[in-house]
């Protein structure tokens, strides 16, 4: 029996007890938390040291970033929980089996398909020690932590798992390759597998993003493997997030 209290409307009315669990993870009242919640995006480009060359990405990630990315994504979530709403449909109609979310954050994703009849177990996966331990701590207060493992990286996973669905949302254009990336992901998908990916290879018009990618020969490549290895499917919901099966070998 799956639990209850992670459907999508659940999430557009508390976002999964967002809040709750922030301030109660960060040990803050919810006032100073609403006060953090207003800068997040701010307060996280400006952890960003400029010149970011390709190999600081990781380390940007895992070390620097601390606890702003959860402020960031919380405040995010909060604040377009509408289209966030709709990224969790498409989750919906797609996800089966052992679920990937990679770059997961906040958990959001994570935590609704974990709830979702079709879905075994999701393995969550994202460089940020903090993030890692917030999604933990949510999945065990929500009741889920048996259905979500938290993980680093892929290596310690692939040795045990292929997916049946992958969602990798708001991620690419935060890593160096992203074409490396979805070669990587398709050699662990199982045939019918379903992968859901959207990018913003964008610093924004005011650099608001430093830390997006947007080299045009890195996106060249990108989306020369995406055009060489897979197909989309078509989906009615979002236009910025498509769906993808693995190109079969004939
Ligand atoms: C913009 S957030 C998106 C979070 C979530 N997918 C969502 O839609 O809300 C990007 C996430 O990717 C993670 N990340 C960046 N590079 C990564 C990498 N190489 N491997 C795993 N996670 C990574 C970051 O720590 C961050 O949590």
Redesign the pocket.
Known sequence: MKKLGLSIDDFLSHGFNLRANLASFLEINQQELDNRLKTGLQDLASLHPGGFKNSD??EF?EDK?GDA?LID?AS??LNSSTYIADTLRLQEKFATGHVL??????G??ALAASALENVEHVWF????PQ?RNFVKQRAKELGVDELISVHR?LDSIVEMVSFDTVIC???LE??ADPSRQLKIFLKHLKPNAIALFNWYFYKGENNQYPFHFDDPLMIERFFLTLQKDFVEVFHPFLITTRAYKPMKKI
């Open positions: 990405a990781s990630y970033v990315h994504l995010w979530h979310d990679f770059g997961g954050g906040i959001t994703h996966v994202d460089l940020n993030n990286d949302l708001d991620v935060h890593i």
